[in-house]
C-alpha cells in the first residue's frame, strides 16, 4: 500500500481546470501515494439532491489528506429550480459541503498564507509574507442563529443580559440574532498552531487580531488563551491587535506582519485582504486541518464564466498542493515545488491572464512541472 492516500475532489467550474493542472505537478513530485477521485459539488445536488454523497465521506474516512478544487453554490430558490424533478418536495436543503466537511471532520485549523513571489505584476509590495491562522469551526460562524426570535430565547438572554432589554418589544419577526461562540478549546487550540507554524517556519511574530474592547467576553476569551499559549514559545513575540486597524495597518506595512490569529468571521475578512496584496484569487492557498485529517483547497470559487477554458491561474492550487505536503512532513517536496513556482513567476515567461499574459492553465501547470 502506499504511504498516502490523497482524495482528489474537483467540484464544479474551475475547480476541474486547476485539479489537471495539479495532477500533473503531483505527477512529477514522485510521492508514494495514491489518489483516489470523489465526487462534490453542485451537479450531485441537482442530480442526487446532496452536493456531498456519503459515498464522498466513505471515501475521505480511508485516505490521509484530500486536495478540493471549488464548487458552486446559489441562493435557496435556484437551488430548489435546479434540482432534478424526481427530487422536488422531499423537503432537501442545500447546504456548503465545505462547510459539513469543516465541522464532520473537526478541521479548526484555517491556514492561509499570503506571500509575494517576486517578479509578480500583482503584488502590493514585494516583501510580503503573511500565514494567518483563522479558527474555521465557531465564533460567528457557529450557525446558532434565530430568525423569527423565539420567545423563551429572547426571555432568556433578558435574564442573563441587560442589554438585551433594549429589544424587547421589537416583533420576533423584525429581529434576528446570531450567536458568536468562542470555546476555551477552540481558542487554545488555533493559538497553539498559529504558535507552532511560528515556531517551524522561524516567524518572529505573532499578532492575535480581535476586538476585546467590545466583544469583552468572545474576543477577551482570545487573548487570555494567545497569553497562556504564547507563555511556552519564548523566542516568539505576541503582539495583539484591533481587527479594524489591523485592516489599516496591513495596507500601511504588511512587511511587518508574520503569523496572524484570529477568530472565523475577522479571519475570512482578514485573509481575503491579505491575499489580495499578493496577487488575490489566482495565488491565494489554503488548508482546513484538524489533527488527523485534512482539506486543502485554493480559495477561489468555481468562477463559471471560465469553466473548462483552462485559462485561470493554476499557481494558487499548486501552492496548496504545497501546504499540503508540508502538512504531509514532505518538507523538502513542498520547497521544492514552492521554488518550482516561484521560478516560473520570476521568469515571466509563462502568465495566465490575470497576470497579464495569454498562457493558459496547463501551460503554467507544465512550465512548473518542467522545473521540479
Ligand atoms: P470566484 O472565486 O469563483 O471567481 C471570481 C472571479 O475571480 C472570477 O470571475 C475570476 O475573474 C477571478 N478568479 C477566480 N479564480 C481565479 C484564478 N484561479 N485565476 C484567475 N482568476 C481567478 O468567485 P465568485 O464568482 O464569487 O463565485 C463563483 C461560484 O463559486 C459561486 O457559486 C460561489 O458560491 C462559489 N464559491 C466557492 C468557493 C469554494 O468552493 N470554496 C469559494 C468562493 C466561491
Ligand atoms: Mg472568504
Known sequence: MSKYRIVLMPGDGIGEDVMEAAR????????DDEYIPADIGWRFWCTEGNPL?????????????????????KPKNDANKELAPQLHNRGLTYRSPIVTLRQ??????????????QGNPLNYRDDIDLVIFRENTE???SGVEFYPLPDEV?????QYSPSMGRFKDIPADEIAVSLRVITQNGARRIMRQAFEYARRFGYPTVTVVE???ILRETSGLMIREARTVASDYSEIELWETNIDAQMMWLLKNPNNYGVLVTSNMFGDILSDLAAQLVGGLGFASSGNIGDNFAIFEPTHGSAP???????????????????????????????????AIAGVIAEAKVRTYDMGGTNSTIDMAKAVAERL
Open 53 to 73: 454523497p456519503e459515498r464522498t465521506i466513505d471515501i475521505l474516512k480511508t485516505c490521509s489528506c484530500a486536495l478540493f478544487g471549488a464548487i458552486t453554490s
Open 139 to 141: 465564533g460567528l460562524y
Open 104 to 117: 464532520m471532520f473537526d478541521l479548526y485549523t484555517n491556514l492561509r498564507p499570503c506571500k509575494a513571489y
Open 305 to 339: 464564466k471560465y469553466a473548462g477554458q483552462h485559462k485561470v491561474n493554476p499557481t494558487a492550487m499548486l501552492l496548496t498542493i504545497k501546504l499540503m505536503l508540508d502538512w504531509l512532513g514532505e518538507r523538502d517536496k513542498a520547497q521544492k515545488l514552492e521554488g
Open 154 to 158: 429572547r426571555e432568556k438572554l433578558m
Open 24 to 31: 500533473m505537478v503531483l505527477e512529477t513530485l514522485d510521492l
Open 211 to 213: 476586538k476585546p474592547n
